[in-house]
């Protein structure tokens, strides 16, 4: 197929410009972090980095049929001095794909004559919505049961055989290349100091050699134990962005005919990997709040309708680790308008918590970190343009830490069955639980000793800025989606008020009780499983309301940022290590 580049030079030139284009930069060459590991550490990373390049060459398959073909035409365009291609591998290798929305949810598409598929890469390219659903129903009207709960899984790559459609599974559409990482995970076990890790990684390295789900519960339970590691290597695996499988609960007869076979919906993983080196002051400080999930537990919502995964009675199967960062690859590292402060794995869907696997919090130090001038200036005049006086001296950037542990913590609060049923909402109306759990927690937690009146003060008032966003998002924005609903259920309540000339009032003594208020409303839209009733909740709070505009276009004049990127010098010289 022949390529070319959607994007002007004169707009690639602005996109790719310090102003236009952020940068986070992941530990360096010279980092001490990593200079002071032991020399069996050291060596392991080259291997650990050299794998999540090809868990990320993977997942370009995934996400798109077109992005490695593009890739490469772009290489060999760029060495004939085409500028216009070298600018756009900029924002290729930045948002790791031909498509994505920038920060201000504007849909980015580098190659021209493509457009952006629901299916993504895990299903055919000319695959439509309609056909699929009739595919399905057509199959399971013939017993076809087994073919189509294995379509239906979040670890299948779909594809077309005669009039119906196959699953396969990724780990055998992509054999040779996770062959290639269970070698190089099962060296970087060899000379890595720490037992436990390198048990991990022997066994992530077996479950990449079998398409056996059960081995990657293996993996994954072995991973959610470990504490006191030097080093942090993950598989991430989230489904957030496949838009054509969830559909199916859109389709009322075919609804009804996998709810007949008790067929699970799932929908398709991205893949991803994170490497860096577990920081030991700031994991202690994550682990403090550990104590205190029970407590978080006992005060949910309507915590008597669903079973408690987190309890007083049993040993809290959850560790957490702040993470100096090397390398993130694949989905983890793609900046679609943001990236991510931390995960919370395993996600409900996968089995390793069927067998008594625990979950791992990590957090991502050098992408929450604030460290030039420039930025700092920049968070100044924000404040100064849409929050009252009054309010600035409880903006603490360093409080977005707590708000996010929180955020992280909430995952393993709640209800856990009849979400996959919410559909294309589950994602949305999750991520919005999680916000409104660490917000409705404030008081909870600050008369328990965690935190002091000021830092809870500080909490909400610098979350509830930084909720303020430069445009509306796109339904399929789920982290984003949420901000809009937060916003216009505050000031519906009255919690929040924004003026005539866009200058934010928050009323700390009423955010939390709002916040409580509008769990309890989300949690019984989970305990429902009722796709109608989802859609109902997200759109009847999903509106972008005039003083929202008020407010974006005045952040559009302080921030130019469209895209942003990681900047992995050390990743880069370990990837390039011969060994």
């Known amino acids: 197929?022949?390529?070319?580049?959607?994007?002007?030079?004169?707009?690639?030139?602005?996109?790719?410009?310090?102003?236009?284009?952020?940068?986070?930069?992941?530990?360096?060459?010279?980092?001490?972090?990593?200079?002071?590991?032991?020399?069996?550490?050291?060596?392991?990373?080259?291997?650990?980095?050299?794998?999540?390049?090809?868990?990320?060459?993977?997942?370009?398959?995934?996400?798109?049929?077109?992005?490695?073909?593009?890739?490469?035409?772009?290489?060999?365009?760029?060495?004939?001095?085409?500028?216009?291609?070298?600018?756009?591998?900029?924002?290729?290798?930045?948002?790791?794909?031909?498509?994505?929305?920038?920060?201000?949810?504007?849909?980015?598409?580098?190659?021209?004559?493509?457009?952006?598929?629901?299916?993504?890469?895990?299903?055919?390219?000319?695959?439509?919505?309609?056909?699929?659903?009739?595919?399905?129903?057509?199959?399971?009207?013939?017993?076809?049961?087994?073919?189509?709960?294995?379509?239906?899984?979040?670890?299948?790559?779909?594809?077309?055989?005669?009039?119906?459609?196959?699953?396969?599974?990724?780990?055998?559409?992509?054999?040779?290349?996770f062959k290639e990482i269970a070698q190089l995970l099962l060296k970087a076990s060899c000379v890595s100091t720490n037992i436990d890790f390198n048990?991990?990684?022997?066994?992530?390295?077996?479950?990449?050699?079998?398409?056996?789900?059960?081995?990657?519960?293996?993996?994954?339970?072995?991973?959610?134990?470990?504490?006191?590691?030097?080093?942090?290597?993950?598989?991430?695996?989230?489904?957030?962005?496949?838009?054509?499988?969830?559909?199916?609960?859109?389709?009322?007869?075919?609804?009804?005919?996998?709810?007949?076979?008790?067929?699970?919906?799932?929908?398709?993983?991205?893949?991803?990997?994170?490497?860096?080196?577990?920081?030991?002051?700031?994991?202690?400080?994550i682990l403090k709040v550990k104590e205190y999930l029970p407590l978080m537990a006992k005060n949910m919502p309507y915590n008597d309708e669903y079973e408690q995964v987190i309890s007083d009675e049993e040993e809290i199967s959850q560790t957490m680790v702040d993470v100096d960062l090397i390398d993130v690859a694949g989905d983890v590292g793609a900046f679609r308008a943001g990236i991510t402060l931390a995960e919370n794995l395993p996600n409900n869907d996968k089995l390793?918590?069927?067998?008594?696997?625990?979950?791992?919090?990590?957090?991502?130090?050098?992408?929450?970190?604030?460290?030039?001038?420039?930025?700092?200036?920049?968070?100044?005049?924000?404040?100064?343009?849409?929050?009252?006086?009054?309010?600035h001296k409880f903006y603490d950037d360093k409080m977005d830490h707590p708000f996010t542990i929180g955020h992280e913590n909430s995952h393993s609060l709640g209800p856990k069955e009849g979400c996959e049923a919410l559909g294309k909402y589950k994602s949305i109306i999750e991520e919005n639980k999680a916000d409104m759990v660490s917000l409705a927690m404030l008081d909870v937690l600050s008369e328990a000793g965690l935190y002091?009146?000021?830092?809870?003060?500080?909490?909400?008032?610098?979350?509830?800025?930084?909720?303020?966003?430069?445009?509306?998002?796109?339904?399929?924005?789920?982290?984003?989606?949420?901000?809009?609903?937060?916003?216009?259920f505050f000031l519906k309540e009255g919690a929040i008020e924004i003026s005539s000339d866009g200058f934010l009032n928050i009323h700390t003594d009423k955010m939390v009780e709002t916040a409580r208020k509008m769990l309890s409303e989300i949690i019984k839209v989970q305990l429902s499983g009722d796709f109608s009733k989802g859609e109902k909740y997200v759109l009847d709070n999903f509106i972008w309301t005039d003083e929202m505009e008020t407010v974006a276009q005045k952040l559009k004049k302080i921030s130019k940022r469209l895209n942003g990127t990681t900047v992995q010098n050390l990743a880069d010289k370990l990837f390039n290590e011969k060994i």
């Open 1 to 177: 197929m022949k390529f070319n580049c959607a994007l002007s030079i004169e707009e690639l030139e602005k996109r790719t410009s310090k102003d236009y284009l952020l940068e986070k930069k992941m530990l360096d060459i010279d980092a001490p972090e990593y200079n002071t590991l032991k020399d069996g550490d050291k060596t392991a990373l080259i291997y650990l980095v050299k794998a999540g390049r090809i868990i990320e060459k993977i997942n370009m398959e995934l996400d798109s049929h077109y992005n490695l073909p593009f890739k490469k035409y772009l290489e060999e365009e760029a060495k004939k001095n085409n500028n216009q291609a070298k600018l756009t591998k900029i924002l290729f290798d930045a948002q790791k794909g031909i498509f994505a929305l920038d920060c201000e949810s504007n849909l980015i598409k580098l190659a021209q004559g493509l457009e952006k598929r629901k299916g993504r890469g895990f299903y055919p390219d000319d695959l439509e919505e309609k056909e699929f659903h009739k595919i399905l129903i057509k199959m399971l009207k013939e017993n076809k049961v087994d073919e189509v709960r294995k379509i239906l899984n979040q670890r299948s790559v779909v594809e077309r055989k005669d009039n119906e459609l196959v699953a396969i599974d990724y780990v055998d559409k992509f054999k040779d290349d």
């Open 199 to 285: 048990e991990y990684l022997r066994l992530q390295a077996d479950a990449f050699l079998t398409a056996d789900p059960m081995k990657d519960a293996y993996a994954d339970k072995k991973w959610a134990t470990l504490q006191d590691t030097p080093l942090e290597f993950t598989v991430t695996r989230e489904n957030y962005s496949d838009e054509m499988t969830e559909t199916v609960f859109e389709n009322e007869e075919l609804s009804n005919l996998l709810k007949m076979n008790n067929i699970e919906v799932i929908s398709k993983d991205y893949l991803g990997a994170r490497v860096g080196i577990v920081n030991k002051e700031g994991t202690d400080y």
């Open 352 to 391: 390793s918590l069927s067998i008594g696997g625990g979950r791992r919090n990590v957090y991502h130090r050098q992408i929450r970190f604030v460290t030039s001038e420039d930025a700092k200036k920049k968070i100044q005049e924000r404040l100064d343009n849409i929050l009252i006086k009054d309010l």
């Open 452 to 488: 002091t009146k000021e830092e809870k003060e500080k909490i909400i008032v610098t979350y509830q800025t930084d909720n303020m966003l430069k445009s509306k998002p796109e339904l399929t924005q789920a982290h984003r989606v949420r901000s809009v609903m937060q916003n216009y």
